[in-house]
């Protein structure tokens, strides 16, 4: 089992950077067993991928909306995985996501419905 609890949403003009912090709570494995990914979904959207990262966070991956802004990584010690948001834009505004996937490896972004375990989320708001 994994509990995932996302911080660091908030408000924020075009072109400011927050940092989205998400929190695991592991039992029956260890944390890094998982792949972690980073989702988000708009009003009236499908929840769509950002950034995932494998187990050992030696592979990342990022929808191309994002790349060259979004950087996602983890503390396996901490148990933590973050995504550093610069250059952010109005379009980016939803309510932000933590996944973890419980096969661990990546190589390629992964669809919402290949994640075991899902945070509440935490809304990102930027405005223009």
């Known amino acids: 089992q994994v509990q995932l609890v996302e911080s660091g949403g908030g408000t924020a003009q075009a072109g400011d950077s927050l940092r989205l912090s998400c929190a695991a709570s592991?039992?029956?494995?260890?944390?890094?067993?998982?792949?972690m990914g980073w989702f988000r979904q708009a009003p009236g959207e499908e929840r769509e991928a950002v950034a995932a990262i494998d187990w050992s966070g030696g592979s990342a991956y990022y929808a191309e909306f994002v790349k060259g802004r979004f950087t996602i990584s983890r503390d396996n010690a901490k148990k933590m995985v973050s995504l550093q948001m610069n250059s952010l834009k109005p379009e980016d505004t939803a309510v932000y996501y933590c996944?973890?996937?419980?096969?661990?490896?990546?190589?390629?972004?992964?669809?919402?419905?290949?994640?075991?375990?899902w945070g509440q989320g935490t809304q990102v708001t930027v405005s223009s």
């Open positions: 592991v039992s029956g494995r260890t944390f890094n067993n998982y792949a």
């Open positions: 996944a973890a996937d419980a096969y661990g490896v990546l190589d390629s972004l992964l669809p919402a419905d290949e994640y075991d375990y």
